[in-house]
């Protein structure tokens, strides 16, 4: 457990959290959005990004003192729903969105036989 805190003065840093963890994962995607040429490596790194942000999102939201706005809470204090709202939606669009890329990749590599981007394009422009 000391290997991920460390100690200044008489405060105590937590370095892996929720944000680092999320900031982590963003570069590793746009690292693989950046030098890879597969189709199929490309699709994973835009789905590793698209969660890299969920999880920052929810871990910018979490509150340990406030409570879900369930059953009886008039005299607590509530989560705002709304930003889990939209985190749902952002779950279900970037599942479609990974899906839509999936199935035009199907169709590229049936029409083109490969996975490279480079190669799709230069065939392309062979059959204009």
């Given at each position: ?27 590793i995607g746009l690292l693989g959005l950046i030098t890879k040429r597969n189709i199929i490596k490309t ?43 939209l985190l749902i939606t952002a779950i279900v669009i970037g599942v479609s969105v990974t899906t839509l ?28």
């Amino acid at each position: 457990m000391d290997l991920f805190y460390t100690k200044v003065g008489d405060e105590l840093y937590n370095f892996i959290n929720g944000e680092s963890v999320a900031i982590i994962l963003l570069l590793i995607g746009l690292l693989g959005l950046i030098t890879k040429r597969n189709i199929i490596k490309t699709v994973l790194s835009l789905s590793i990004m698209q969660l890299a942000m969920i999880l920052f999102f929810v871990t910018i939201y979490y509150s340990e003192k406030k409570t879900p706005p369930m059953g009886d809470t008039y005299h607590l204090e509530v989560v705002n729903p709304a930003s889990h709202a939209l985190l749902i939606t952002a779950i279900v669009i970037g599942v479609s969105v990974t899906t839509l890329a999936l199935v035009v990749f199907i169709r590229l590599y049936r029409r083109y036989g490969t996975t490279n981007w480079v190669k799709v394009v230069n065939k392309r422009r062979e059959d204009a």
